[in-house]
């Protein structure tokens, strides 16, 4: 099986990131030793303890045992008879405005108020906003060119005004992904906040959401390549919320 695995990692498009193959290597390498059938496939589902972590793992799993099939190394499409793990719909923490300014307060440096503006105003990913420069933006557009999932490059919103004042004595963030996880957990402990990249991604999305943007939009602007994750962002708006992007929109009627 490791030589299979190996093989299957090659076998990987140009196109893979490198974050991708790691993520291959880090689901894949426990399920050597298991047997290559539905009962092997679920006995590593079942010995695995990440909860709604387990989909991502059936996935990577169903990715290379389509792969073995269609090489002919095995007979049977084992994946399709093995029951997907059932994944508790739970909103996960999203930071709001509010706690965004809160966040701001708590910063150390101009550098940590700049990034996490930039986070939460772009709802670019962790891997995407560390690599931007200064060359990347076009301030009169309101826009940044980034180096998105899939090594694809796509548009994204620029960020505030906080943004634009560090990029102007700037280069870049002058900050590592790891250096950037590390004021997240610090920034965190400090506020009483969850803050982590992806919270500010879906503070992002579900801000929008409530301000009257459509699920279309919001995925066009965050480069969601599902529409399926911002519409269950959506979820997360009440009745007053609606009511108030309704009113905007048309007016009261009182």
Known sequence: MNNLLEKFVASRPDGCSKRTIEFYQYTLTGFIGYPLSPDGVSSYLKSLTCGNGKAKFYQALKTLLLWLYRNSYTQ?????????????RNLLPAVSKEQLNTLLAHCHCERDRALISFLWYSGTRLSEAANIKVKDFDWGEGTVVILGKGNKFRKALAGNGIVRAWFSTHDSFEISRAGIMTMLKRLSKESG????PHSFR??????NLKSGLSTRIVQSLGGWESIVMVERYSRSL????????????NGSSL
């Open 76 to 88: 049977d499409k084992i994946i399709d008879k093995v029951p997907t793990p059932k994944v508790q």
């Open 193 to 196: 906040i969850k803050c982590n």
């Open 202 to 207: 879906r503070g992002f999305a579900v801000h």
């Open 238 to 249: 009440s009745f007053e919320d609606a009511l108030d992007v309704y009113h905007s929109v």
